[in-house]
């Protein structure tokens, strides 16, 4: 069952996210949006959007710093265990508590709010949904487990196992030992991963990152019109 | 030099009898879908008001249009960085309470209501949330005709500017009408405020588009634009707006909001531009001199070294031919009778206003016994204060609205005289050098703006297609399919049947 879950499965997740996404972007541009409820309600809308997404954006820092940077980076240059499991708990800590909450709020504004409601599809509800279990298991991790139980040193297993991934050779026994709940975290997000083409979660893929190193004004001519004569 | 065309529009305010139907039929060509109910891209407001959406004229709090800071242009809202930092919560944006909740009514309960006492009624119903509202507070044109009074008006951010107190008295109040359009600006801020890079001006027209594939639903469009003539639609999370109805004047034809204007008072024409001095123009330190500066940037079509550099600047014979007999270079540019809205946005609007005379004649008591220099001083002492116009229209500069309300006001009393008599009067009269106009001037100005005719109107011509391949093949198709979903196939997220 290891070698499925932790050699097979994430391959399956990683051709659906790649294949339904760019099916969507081209056979299904029109629907590749943000689809904000601003025009809805803000009051709530703020509070909780600001911390989730703010919150996210740390927790994706810390994923990198802790997954994809190898311990022996931080060896290298003289953090100890203790600093780093300090840091990780603290930093994550915030950002996995600005997550959960940020999306608690974000889901009880989708079903109070009559007109936010009406216009929620399933697709939003598991959306919000999943994404509180993830980001409470994680949140969970970091606060309660690393600090009652053990600091878990996740750097020499699934940091190494994620990489592997990429080298098309996973290393899935490294996954076996792993707690739990660990494993718990890493596979309900890998589920959500798999429904980023089929979510609104899509949008992220589209963060306007050249905006600032655009012209201001953008013309467009009709292709072949432009510097052709009468 | 970079010579551009672009379509553009005057209202003559003068004709506009507030009926509606300019924006009645809009709205049944473009918005009459899911997402777009609250959508008016036409809309005639009556002021002083507080317009729609409510106090869009608040630049201090929806923060759109362009600033300038050292002699810099920026973006009120801020800058991309800032949009950027931004993006996960617009702070600026409108919501549909400032626009309002549209709805429909209970109209099936009118044939299904079971025999009682009292008649049935058909209760009005939310077209967002599909409940039942109560008590409407708000909806398109609630406050038409001064509706609401001394309730309402204060919200217009022109009054609130006036210096003296606004009369609400049924007999001495005043009011007109403001037909809003999308100005297809020249330095539009909304496509300076598109992360995406979805909205664009037009090359070939100047209209201003919105890239529905390109379109990621950020709104920063919404409140960017100080007029807010873009709108988000929560049906399909993009952003929509008026398109000058491109499929019609591709075709040579007028938009559907001039065509069938009841009073006729929408112009429509092509004026070419130099491209090269618009962020110059845009950027003057006085917003005073917004006005001039942005007529700076037009060319004379008739001049022929305009024409040759027109010529190789890809732009054909018969938009050159359109652009020489534009009624918009006439009554714009060369009688500077027409005003662009609020040209302290610094946005360079292309949709221009000929100010509203009648209530000011109106003033006049003793008409018969006026001498024809009698009407310089009641052009000042008029009923639409003057001051109000010049807040609309030329950024406070009340010189400019009474240069153009003397015209307007010569050329009736010499159409007058020259049919009824009094023609020496007339010559002897200081008006004409007061207005800055001549007899011949005046004449034309009449002609147009009284007796033209559809095609004097409407000097549009037609998009240029003759290199497309396969011509034959696009006969009959529409440029705008996949844009508007196709007809019975959309269901109101409220009657969904998954939604308990």
């Known amino acids: 069952m290891g070698f499925f879950w932790w050699g097979i499965f994430p391959y399956i997740v990683g051709t659906i996210l790649v294949v339904a996404s760019v099916y969507r972007f081209v056979f299904r541009g029109t629907s590749w949006h943000a689809p904000s409820t601003e025009i809805f309600e803000k009051k709530w809308l703020r509070i909780g959007s600001l911390l989730f997404h703010w919150g996210i954006l740390l927790a994706f820092i810390g994923h990198v710093m802790g997954v994809l940077i190898p311990i022996e980076f931080y060896e290298s240059i003289g953090v100890t265990d203790h600093l780093y499991h300090f840091g990780a708990i603290a930093g994550g800590g915030i950002a996995g508590l600005m997550v959960v909450i940020?999306?608690?709020?974000?889901?009880?504004?989708?079903?109070?709010?009559?007109?936010?409601?009406?216009?929620?599809?399933?697709?939003?509800?598991?959306?919000?949904?999943?994404?509180?279990?993830?980001?409470?298991?994680?949140?969970?991790?970091?606060?309660?487990?690393?600090?009652?139980?053990?600091?878990?040193?996740?750097?020499?297993?699934?940091?190494?196992?994620?990489?592997?991934?990429?080298?098309?050779?996973?290393?899935?026994?490294?996954?076996?030992?792993?707690?739990?709940?660990?494993?718990?975290?890493?596979?309900?997000?890998?589920i959500l991963f798999a429904a980023i083409p089929f979510t609104q979660l899509i949008h992220m893929f589209s963060f306007p990152g050249r905006y600032p190193a655009r012209a201001p004004q953008q013309y467009r001519a009709r292709d072949g019109y432009k510097n052709s004569r009468p | 030099m970079r010579i551009k065309a672009q379509v553009a529009m005057v209202m003559h305010l003068d004709k506009c009898i507030g009926c509606h139907t300019c924006s009645v039929t809009c709205k049944n060509t473009w918005t009459n879908r899911p997402g777009m109910e609250y959508v008016w891209y036409n809309n005639v407001e009556t002021r002083p008001g507080p317009g729609y959406p409510k106090e869009w004229e608040n630049t201090d709090r929806y923060k759109g249009g362009w600033t300038l800071r050292n002699g810099q242009l920026h973006l009120r809202a801020g800058g991309p960085v800032s949009k950027l930092a931004n993006i996960f919560y617009n702070p600026n944006m409108a919501t549909i309470d400032d626009f309002y909740e549209p709805w429909t009514y209970d109209f099936e309960h009118l044939h299904k209501a079971p025999k009682k006492e009292n008649l049935p009624v058909a209760r009005p119903k939310s077209m967002i949330t599909g409940k039942y509202i109560d008590k409407p507070e708000w909806g398109s044109n609630w406050d038409d005709d001064l509706a609401g009074g001394s309730e309402i008006v204060p919200m217009d951010p022109n009054v609130q500017k006036l210096q003296e107190h606004i009369a609400m008295e049924y007999e001495k109040t005043f009011m007109m009408y403001l037909p809003r359009i999308c100005e297809h600006c020249l330095n539009p801020s909304c496509v300076a405020s598109c992360p995406s890079g979805a909205l664009y001006k037009r090359d070939e027209d100047g209209i201003?588009?919105?890239?529905?594939?390109?379109?990621?639903?950020?709104?920063?469009?919404?409140?960017?634009?100080?007029?807010?003539?873009?709108?988000?639609?929560?049906?399909?999370?993009?952003?929509?707006?008026?398109?000058?109805?491109?499929?019609?004047?591709?075709?040579?034809?007028?938009?559907?909001?001039?065509?069938?204007?009841?009073?006729?008072?929408?112009?429509?024409?092509?004026?070419?531009?130099?491209?090269?001095?618009?962020?110059?123009?845009?950027?003057?330190?006085?917003?005073?001199?917004?006005?001039?500066?942005?007529?700076?940037?037009?060319?004379d079509p008739n001049d022929p070294d305009v024409i040759e550099k027109a010529r190789e600047a890809g732009i054909n014979e018969s938009w050159i031919k359109s652009a020489q007999e534009s009624p918009i270079y006439k009554m714009a540019m060369k009688w500077k009778i027409a005003l662009p809205l609020h040209p302290e946005y610094r946005t360079l609007p292309m949709v221009w206003y000929v100010p509203p005379l009648s209530p000011i004649m109106n003033h006049i008591t003793n008409e018969q016994d006026l001498s024809m220099d009698g009407y310089i001083p009641a052009v000042d002492d008029m009923r639409i204060p003057m001051e109000y116009l010049a807040s609309l229209l030329s950024a406070d500069d009340t010189s400019v609205i009474r240069r153009v309300l003397l015209k307007m006001a010569a050329m009736r009393v010499h159409m007058r005289a020259k049919t009824v008599g009094g023609m020496d009067e007339m010559k002897a009269s200081k008006l004409l050098q007061e207005a800055g106009t001549t007899m011949e001037e005046l004449e034309d100005m009449a002609r147009l703006l009284g007796v033209a005719k559809y095609n004097e109107r409407f000097v549009i011509p037609t998009g240029r297609r003759e290199m497309d391949d396969n011509l034959h093949y696009r006969q009959g198709a529409c440029s705008i399919e996949g844009l508007a979903p196709a007809e019975g196939m959309v269901t109101y997220p409220y009657e969904r049947s998954d939604l308990g």
């Open chain 1, 102 to 190: 940020g999306l608690i709020i974000l889901l009880i504004r989708k079903f109070s709010n009559p007109r936010v409601k009406v216009h929620a599809s399933f697709a939003d509800y598991f959306t919000v949904i999943w994404l509180i279990v993830v980001a409470g298991l994680g949140t969970y991790m970091t606060l309660v487990y690393n600090t009652t139980v053990v600091a878990y040193e996740y750097r020499v297993t699934i940091g190494p196992w994620f990489r592997s991934l990429f080298t098309l050779q996973p290393e899935y026994e490294l996954m076996t030992g792993v707690p739990l709940l660990f494993q718990l975290h890493v596979l309900s997000s890998f």
């Open chain 2, 208 to 299: 201003v588009l919105v890239d529905q594939d390109a379109c990621r639903g950020w709104r920063f469009c919404m409140n960017g634009c100080p007029y807010h003539k873009v709108y988000y639609n929560w049906n399909t999370h993009k952003a929509e707006k008026c398109n000058f109805c491109y499929p019609r004047t591709e075709a040579g034809l007028p938009t559907v909001c001039s065509e069938t204007c009841v009073g006729r008072i929408r112009y429509i024409g092509v004026v070419l531009y130099d491209a090269d001095r618009v962020k110059e123009a845009a950027s003057v330190e006085d917003p005073k001199d917004l006005y001039e500066a942005q007529l700076s940037v037009f060319l």
